[in-house]
């Protein structure tokens, strides 16, 4: 039964570098025991939201609660429960074994380390045997990934924090490294959190997908941003103009190069016919990609047009009846004054 | 060109008969460096360490002394040595001028500013994602300084080799410090500077081979604990 104290509570973080705002997260809170999956371009905060979140540096402001306790690097109290696998891991100039055990070295903790370092190695398909005696250099990137995983599963952690855990590997270690991670939070019940530009992938496994965009959050990922600059139309709208004579049309924008964000409930697909006409046009498209999201069954439906791509979300029987598939020409409706700015 | 050759199997000859002059200057020079290297690497490591990991107001100008200290001339050193260890000086008592611990003194003067600064770049140099790393795994402040201090070996070790081969090679302290005195303070850099002097070009070049086998023999010692 999963406790109902959240694992994460972060109020009024804020963020700078060189007083530069980088983050800026008034709230969020993350179940325990839940896999949360965070998107975003690079440079969006991720890394830095993920570091604070693994206790390894602390932000400019603001309070991140673990399990209802204000916590801080170097805690005793989290020290020994969280762990973050960086983007480009670092392996610790010794062997593979001597890496993976470095942790419970640390703990102290010695009950059964050999077995719970060969579960590990073989968690992440690596076979102790072979893998086990091997220098640091003595290993390809996607293995190195690999063993840096493992020393972190090794410590049976309640929370594992994974920093773009599939960017840099080749397909077989992106494999292992997905399987072994939700291993980890099936048999462990430990709580996942990761960052990753597999967008379908952490639609795929997430409780929740939390997008993030110049330090803020964006809801659930699913949203089309357009980037400036914005010109203005007719009816007091302004529009982007696309490849192929196309625009789109919004509300008035803060400024010129803004950002436009429309949430997928925004976008209604089908034909001409079949919805009266809005008092502007809609966008003529194809279906470039549907996919399902697991944990509301609902169709993701993504739509390119010109040289953009809006998502819309489907229920089921809407993308059937509709006969939607990739390829599709489809016509977009969307409300201009439904979109946020950022 | 003759006398370069006649000098090179003279050189072989007095090395393989166990000249004593020759192993005495040898013995000297292994018994300052050895002396002046324990005192270097005993201060320069921890301070090179903290120059390089913690971050502190003035750290930059701190590090640009450091590192102009990595170019002061031996003779420099050894005028400063002298003045201060000289009957006049304040450390006159001591009485350490024209001795083997006295040279030392100069020699750690020489091998400190070289031993901190490349142990400081070593640390500043390892990837940021160790901190990470290790913290992530759980280390705590302590654990942290000392695993990334052992990640740092091999920086620090290239550190220790490149002081030993300056200590080893300087003539400026151990000629105006030690005096050069025959079967006492004379190295093997000040016996070679004098036997070429009295244009004894064979004893000059035996003293240089050993010179460089004692290098040799340091550094094929180290290897095991590099890298690859």
Known sequence: ?342 | MNFLLDGFLKALELLFSGDPETWSAVSATLRVSALSMLASLSMGIPAGFLLGYKQFAGKKQVRLIVDTFVALPTVFIGLLVYAFLSRRGPLGDLQLLFTLPGIAIGQTLLALPIVTALTATAVESMDRDLRITLMSLGAGRKQLFLSTLWESRFGILAAGINAYGRVTTEVGISMMVGGNIKWHTRTVTTAIALETNKGMFDMGIALGLILLAIAFVVNLSLSFLRKK
């Open chain 1, 1 to 342: 039964m999963p406790s109902r104290i959240p694992v994460y509570e972060i109020r009024n973080l804020k963020h700078q570098y060189n007083g530069a705002p980088v983050l800026d997260i008034p709230e969020l809170s993350l179940p325990q025991n839940s896999i949360t999956g965070f998107m975003g371009p690079n440079g969006s905060g991720k890394s830095t939201l993920l570091r604070f979140m693994a206790f390894i540096d602390e932000p400019s402001q603001g309070e991140i609660r673990y399990k209802g306790k204000a916590e801080k690097p170097f805690s005793p109290g989290v020290r020994s429960q969280v762990t973050l696998l960086p983007q480009t891991p670092y392996l610790m100039k010794r062997t593979v074994r001597k890496n993976v055990v470095y942790g419970l070295q640390l703990r102290k903790d010695a009950e059964n380390a050999e077995n719970r370092i060969n579960e590990a190695l073989h968690m992440v398909g690596l076979h102790p045997d072979i893998f086990a005696h091997r220098q640091w250099h003595e290993l390809s990137g996607g293995e190195a990934q690999r063993v840096a995983l493992a020393a972190r599963l090794v410590l049976r952690p309640q929370v594992l924090i994974l920093d773009e855990p599939t960017a840099s590997v080749d397909a077989g270690s992106i494999r292992q490294i997905k399987e072994a991670a939700l291993q980890a939070q099936k048999e462990w019940g430990t709580t996942l959190i990761i960052a990753s530009h597999d967008i379908q992938w952490l639609h795929n496994v997430s409780d929740q997908v939390i997008h993030l965009f110049r330090g803020r959050i964006f809801g659930s990922g699913h949203e089309s941003m357009i980037f400036g600059p914005w010109e203005a139309g007719e009816k007091g709208l302004w529009i982007k103009k696309l490849n192929g004579n196309l625009h789109i049309a919004v509300s008035p924008p803060p400024a010129e190069n803004s950002v436009a964000v429309f949430p997928p409930e925004s976008f209604r697909i089908g034909m001409a016919e079949k919805y009266p006409p809005l008092s502007f046009s809609p966008l003529e498209g194809i279906v470039s990609r549907l996919s399902l999201e697991n944990r509301s069954g609902r169709i993701i439906a993504d739509i390119r047009i010109a040289n953009i791509c809006l998502t819309a979300l489907l229920n089921p029987e809407e993308a059937q009846q509709k006969g939607l598939y990739p390829g599709r020409q489809v016509l977009l409706y969307y409300d201009p004054y439904a979109v946020k700015w950022v």
